[in-house]
Every structure is written in structure tokens, then in C-alpha cells.
């Protein structure tokens, strides 16, 4: 739910709040399909998402958790997710149980000329949770 906080139920949780708890309580694995990894920006306004990029740095190195990423990756990527996931996996050259695997999906060509669908998926999967949206980018 990405409404103003003021329009969010009572009992319903923001995106954020929503993404943070899932994060938080992944034990032994946290997988992650996305259109962008772009932390730093956000519908052409620059803005460092720190929480969720500090979670799932957090969880990589204090808790040992076992990351997978799918990443979207086509012309409109923008050149900065490579930098953020390059980031992100440059903390396990060194560490022992410390384990991140990212790739990229790409569409295809097909026979006349058009591409595959990209891939717009936004969910995560933990040993305890799922989280399915649209806020992730």
C-alpha cells in the first residue's frame, strides 16, 4: 500500500514497514525478484532508500543470511543498479558465510524484431514470510 500514511488502515502496514519486517525476520534466506535494484532513486527524485538497502546489508553480513536477487536488465535499466549490486556483493568478497547471488534477467528477441515482456515481478520469499507489491524498485 503506497497511500499517504494518513490514508493507511489502522490494521494495514506501509510498503516500507511491510518490506522492513520481512527483511528483519528472514533467517536463512531472503530471495528477491525486481524490476530495478536503484536505491537511490525513486519516480525521478533522488532519494537514498537507506532502511531497505541497510536491511539487506544487515542481513547479509550480521545474520548470515543467504541472499538471491533477480534483477530486471534492458535497455531502460538505469547504469547505477549495476554500481548497488556490485555494492552489495563486494561485502561477501572477504567473509566467510556471507552469500549473495544476483542476476539479471533479460528479455529475448523474438523472431520479428519485438522483445519479451520485461520482468516487473516485486515479491520477496524468506524461510517465514512473502511479500508481494510494488514499491520495491
Excluded at 537511490?40 to 547479509?60: E, M, P, Q, T, V
Aim: proline share 4%; charged share 25%.
Amino acid at each position: 500500500m503506497t497511500s499517504p500514511s494518513l490514508l493507511i488502515p489502522r490494521d494495514r502496514s506501509s510498503d516500507l514497514e511491510a518490506i522492513s519486517r520481512v527483511i528483519q525476520e528472514a533467517h536463512s534466506f531472503l530471495y528477491i525478484s525486481i524490476t530495478d535494484y536503484l536505491p537511490l532513486l525513486k519516480s525521478g527524485a533522488h532519494r537514498y532508500w537507506s532502511r531497505i538497502d541497510g536491511l539487506i546489508r544487515d542481513a547479509l553480513i550480521l545474520r548470515r543470511v543467504r541472499v538471491r536477487m533477480l534483477v530486471s536488465c534492458w535497455e531502460h535499466t538505469n547504469p547505477l543498479t549495476f554500481n548497488f549490486i556490485w555494492s552489495l556483493r563486494s561485502l561477501c568478497m572477504e567473509q566467510s558465510n556471507c552469500s549473495l547471488e544476483a542476476r539479471f534477467f533479460s528479455p529475448r528477441e523474438q523472431r520479428d524484431g519485438s522483445l519479451q515482456r520485461i520482468n516487473h515481478n516485486r515479491f520477496m520469499v524468506t524461510d517465514s514470510a512473502v511479500y508481494l507489491g510494488k514499491l520495491m524498485r
